[in-house]
């Protein structure tokens, strides 16, 4: 960063992380604030201001690098630019250090996401659709581990929040060996290792900031705090200029099958928004826990084979009558069948024209509902 010096950096946040690293074995010897910024890795000898210092501590990193921001769009439908529809009901830039950039753009989705509001007696909790830690999680992943080099500072990260998803995309595949496979095996490949070691070290104030660590755990944590809502697992997708993580919405009637167990009712407030502006939150809205069909207006399968097999298709058939619309990764676990002979069921399900389908067999957003009223199977 040839064209910095220290006066680019932003004084009082400079003066509290040095406070909070003074017992630091970094920092032992040094004779002054210059040589202590060196030693951290902010600047270099020169006293010219390093990237991952401009970004962490910077007074205004995009004064040099004006993409390197956050953009947050809310779509109204479930692609971009849909037909007869407006472009966006919201759009934010977010931009500062990226501390500042991480929290307005977490503030800036969850006020596009409906409130879920869980009653449990006389207490009422509200909590997002999406969790906020895994939302907070995606979009620090997203600053920490993109790439920074020269072809990729043109570039922002992305937020496009649909009418079924959440999608954080960020410039520049996976590193270091991390594959799809291996995503969440609990190790850390770390592309930028001193803006890591700068947004781990950086002291949190007020309960925002960057909660930054290397310790391989933030995919887990992830995936295990959507299964505790009742929430389809993230999916990741990796490209060679890319990478992007989809969390899922929960649709209108799904709840999570833990509260549902506990006979709490659940409520929905919608985020309004009006003439492209969200507004404040709507009505209450009651939703049933989890509808259910009158066994009598069930379908009775007629499959050969064993007995075993047939109650485990009229047990899935069951499932999909109740939860419609479903995907097989939540048939499998709901009912703890194993993946592959859930899929291979749900193919003869589909093949004898039980159920059907909402998207063509390579769609991820592929789910199964059952045959209208009426369908006679094959």
């Known amino acids: 960063m040839p064209e910095t010096d220290v ?6 946040q400079v003066a509290r992380y040095l406070a909070a690293m003074s017992s630091s074995k970094a920092l032992r010897g040094v004779a002054d604030d210059a040589q202590a910024l060196e030693r951290l890795g902010i600047t270099d000898k020169q006293g010219t201001v390093r990237l991952a210092g401009l970004l962490t501590l910077g007074a205004y990193p995009q004064q040099y690098f004006p993409a390197l921001v956050i953009e ?15 472009r966006f009901l919201d759009r934010v830039t977010c931009d500062g250090a990226l501390s500042e950039t991480v929290t307005d753009a977490v503030r800036a989705v969850l006020r596009n996401l409906r409130t879920i509001s869980y009653v449990d007696g006389v207490s009422r909790h509200d909590t997002p659709e999406i969790p906020e830690e895994v939302l ?10 993109r790439e920074y080099r020269k072809l990729f500072v043109g570039q922002s990260v992305a937020i496009d929040i649909y009418r079924d998803r959440v999608e954080v995309t960020s410039p520049g595949g996976l590193w270091g060996g991390k594959t799809l496979a291996n995503l969440a095996d609990g190790t850390s490949r770390c592309r930028n290792s001193t803006l ?3 947004m781990e070290t950086m002291p949190v104030r007020n309960g925002d ?3 930054a660590e290397r310790q391989g755990s933030g995919i887990p944590f992830m995936i295990n705090m959507m299964r505790e809502r009742g929430l389809p697992d993230p999916a990741f997708y990796a490209g060679i200029d890319q990478f992007k993580v989809v969390l899922w919405r929960p649709s209108a009637e799904m ?18 928004v009006t003439n492209g502006i969200p507004q404040s939150r709507s009505t ?28 485990r298709l009229q047990q899935i058939m069951n499932f999909v009558e109740e939860r419609a619309p479903v995907g097989i990764q939540e048939i499998s676990e709901s009912l703890d069948i194993n993946l592959a002979t859930t899929r291979r069921d749900i193919r003869a399900l589909l093949k004898a024209g039980y159920i059907q389908a909402t998207a063509p067999a390579q769609s991820r957003r592929r789910r199964y509902y059952p045959a209208p009223a009426g369908h006679s199977p094959s």
């Not at 099958?257 to 659940?266: G, Q």
């Open 7 to 12: 006066s680019d950096l932003d004084a009082e």
């Open 72 to 86: 947050v769009a809310h779509h109204p439908g479930t692609e971009k630019s849909e037909p007869g529809q407006p």
């Open 136 to 145: 907070r999680e995606a979009i620090v992943n997203a600053v920490a581990h």
């Open 196 to 198: 890591m070691h700068l």
């Open 209 to 211: 900031g960057l909660h």
């Open 255 to 272: 709840a999570p099958a833990e509260h549902a167990s506990r006979r709490k009712e659940i409520v929905v407030t919608s985020c309004n």
């Open 284 to 311: 209450d809205t009651a939703l049933d826990i989890l509808p259910t069909m009158p066994h009598s207006n069930r379908v009775c399968l007629d499959f050969d084979g064993s007995s075993h097999r047939k109650e």
